[in-house]
């Protein structure tokens, strides 16, 4: 601040040594913010919540609809009913973008536009810190959950792979893509709502794990024809004991016939393992676009996406900004600004280091469990997040109930499967739905080690899951005479 306002203050109200310490820590305020926009990085401690909000508020003044002598006599002038909506978005009401693109500059909401924008760099730091390499210029923050992320994606990608066709062919025929099947709604209707058929890849049964079918994609790229295919897309963060897709291989395929391909990290940025292969199938092979939660990778909530790629190959991120209809909400890029600045570098590897870790807590402490029910944990190796145990007592009986006992002991968050469910999703009839193969063999419950999750928790959940157990074996079990 202001040496004339340090000197006005000094001169009627207050001592002149009180009066210069507080304007240098309005200057230490001000420094942070002008490293945050030089570095466009994490900063490397989080700070406070005054620090930010004096700085949301900084942004916010930039605002149209703040300005002072503002009169708005559009359409869109930013105007809020109520004081606790505007309260709860900083009286920042005009969103991001505008209908160009996503990330443009919203003429009337200065602020808004470089809090999306540094939301944007600091998203970009986070995904390189958790262990991506070789980062594209951009990691666009959506206000968008994964799924309906991913159907934008691959709404832009069948835009791109019609119009770059040479002629000759029909120009509504780029319509399939190969996915790699794993049983989560969202992941079907994402593909089918962006209008796209899907051809399923179903995981080959290696041992307790699900492995990726790279011959049968293969075999499908062949068989569909590179001229009627959008993408294939794989997945890295998923249910066990499915493992995360051999992205590495299917990216030199997709290179080697010229097919794009997507990858679904939903909430694999924090794993370092996960982040690792999908920096390293973008530096092997081709890779158009990677998309992200950011409620289960950043702890926020949810509403949104990040969609990264790697510097080889920028066009699709490119094209999905550019696509994107209109204006948007600026809620998801806000609470991705806020809580970036809150971490910081040192909370953020802080947080992964401890999912690590949890991650064998967990592991430990199931087995236990398992041991001693006469159960076991799945081996899956290739799955950095989700584990699953054994229900062999629930087989044929009621794994559901299983389930539901849980639930009602106020656990969530674990998923029961057992084989032989149908369901039909988007059109499409899945055997063995849960498990994310037709005949799964075996009966089991998933659990996850995932950011934020805590020894307390895994502690808890061991000691209702034991309960659990005795409760479903009186309950299941004929009654003694
Ligand atoms: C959570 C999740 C989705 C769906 O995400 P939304 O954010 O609810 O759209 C899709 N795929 C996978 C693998 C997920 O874990």
Redesign the pocket.
Known sequence: MDDDLVAAFSANLLSKSYVNQGAQSLRAHDKVFARLLANRRMLGRGLNDVAIEFLVHKLSVMDSNNFIDNVGVGEREGRVFSDMVRRRCYSMTHGIGRSGDITAEQPKACGSSAAHALAQCMARDALRLAGMRDLGKRALVLPL????TLTLVLSSLRLMVRNSADGGVDAAAPNVVIWCR?D?K??VK?ATCAGLEIVVIEPVLNGDQLDTNVHAIERAIEDVGVDRLVAVVT?T??FAPRACDDVETVAKLCEKKNVAHVI?N??GVQSRVLCERVSKAWTVGRVDAVVQ?T??NFMVP?GG?VVCCGKRNEALVEAVARNYPGRASASASMDMFITLLSMGEEHWLRLLDEREKLYDYMHAELSKVAEEEGERMLRTPGNPISMAMTLSCARGISPTMFGSMLFSRCVSGTRVVAPGEVKTVGGIEFHGFGASHSAYPETYFTAAAAIGTTRADVDRFASVLRKTFKDFKKKSQPAAA
């Open positions: 959950a994964t799924g309906m794993l989560q969202t992941c994402a997945s963060s998923c679904n939903a909430y939660s409620d289960k949810v996406a």
